[in-house]
T-cell receptor, first 113, second 118 residues
């Protein structure tokens, strides 16, 4: 059974810092990995999708990498801003006929002005 | 497209009552998922459909939970009877399948329904 772990569970940094959020998964047989952002009381916003054949994806100040063989992904946020404060969730789409996403518990990020 | 639309946004009901949550997926998407989010367990997949057909309902916690997708633009998740431990945020998501490989791609989520059972 696929398990997804995110470290750290919470992070508070001053504005302007570059930061890295970590995600690990136990079964490397995945189709893709997706990073989401969730604001309090809101739904999930898709940030980046990395296919299993890809190593990284970039969108603006966000860069996500994938090392499928070691079961790891990182989300890099450059020049953090207070508006980046949210919970960031990592989810994997596993193979073997399982078409839903398996989520980590998320990293709660606070960017101090 | 307006994205995935869920209703109601909030639902407060008494224990024992029937609750029906509704979802309209993104037009053209052929996969639809129902997830539940709690503080203790995070986000968990309950059930998903492909082309309106339920594929995997192994995440549905009990027989009190049921889901239907009568057509490509509408799905319901029903809890009957509801219990306080069902209190959670329920999300609906949809995605477009990769035709060649028969697997879905990027998932888009609705705003969720916050259910409180008292």
């Amino acid at each position: 059974k696929q398990e997804v772990t995110q470290i750290p569970a919470a992070l508070s940094v001053p504005e302007g810092e570059n930061l890295v959020l970590n995600c690990s998964f136990t079964d490397s047989a995945i189709y893709n990995l997706q990073w989401f952002r969730q604001d309090p009381g809101k739904g999930l916003t898709s940030l980046l999708l990395i296919q299993s054949s890809q190593r990284e994806q970039t969108s603006g100040r966000l860069n996500a990498s994938l090392d499928k063989s070691s079961g790891r992904s990182t989300l890099y946020i450059a020049a953090s801003q207070p508006g980046d404060s949210a919970t960031y969730l990592c989810a994997v789409h596993s193979g073997g006929g399982a078409d839903g996403l398996t989520f980590g518990k998320g990293t709660h990020l606070i960017i101090q002005p | 497209d307006a994205g995935v639309i869920q209703s109601p946004r909030h639902e407060v009901t008494e224990m024992g009552q029937e609750v029906t949550l509704r979802c309209k997926p993104i037009s053209g998407h052929d996969y639809l998922f129902w997830y539940r989010q709690t503080m203790m367990r995070g986000l968990e997949l309950l059930i998903y459909f492909n082309n309106n057909v339920p594929i995997d309902d192994s995440g549905m916690p009990e027989d009190r939970f049921s889901a239907k997708m009568p057509n490509a633009s509408f799905s319901t998740l029903k809890i009957q009877p509801s219990e306080p431990r069902d209190s959670a945020v329920y999300f609906c998501a949809s995605s477009l399948g990769d035709r060649g490989l028969r697997r879905n791609t990027e998932a888009f989520f609705g705003q969720g329904t916050r259910l409180t059972v008292v």
